[in-house]
Nanobody, 124 residues
Framework: QVQLVESGGGSVQAGDSLRLSCAASGSTFSDYTVAWFCQHPGTEREFVAA???????HYSDSVKGRFSISRDDVKNTVYLLMGTLKPEDMADYSC??????????????????WGQGTQVTVSL
């Protein structure tokens, strides 16, 4: 098990950037795939990005080219650099750790460890 704590959310204007952090403690963090999911009010969690233990990255089509996921296994932290933010990016963002297969990496049910979430607000 790993414990995850997100930080870095806030209120920005469209076109701005934010960097979210997901700090981990507990089990061997470097063995896990870590993903970011977002959730809009009243909707299901949506996959945003993931980075595997060997640093393979995956992105949703809506953020590809704007967001970048990275990890620092010395600091036990995964980062999500969010660029050119749009109002539709506004959501609660959570990080999750697990050991999904490549084909299931976008499935939130494949992740057993979740942070509490951090809110991102984007205004025009």
């Amino acid at each position: 098990q790993v414990q995850l704590v997100e930080s870095g959310g806030g209120s920005v204007q469209a076109g701005d950037s934010l960097r979210l952090s997901c700090a981990a403690s507990g089990s061997t963090f470097s063995d896990y795939t870590v993903a970011w999911f977002c959730q809009h009010p009243g909707t299901e969690r949506e996959f945003v990005a993931a980075i595997s233990s060997i640093r393979t990255t995956h992105y949703s089509d809506s953020v590809k080219g704007r967001f970048s996921i990275s990890r620092d296994d010395v600091k036990n932290t995964v980062y999500l650099l969010m660029g050119t933010l749009k109002p539709e990016d506004m959501a609660d963002y959570s990080c999750a750790a697990g050991r999904p297969t490549v084909s299931s990496i976008r499935d939130p049910d494949m992740y057993g460890n979740w942070g509490q979430g951090t809110q991102v607000t984007v205004s025009l």
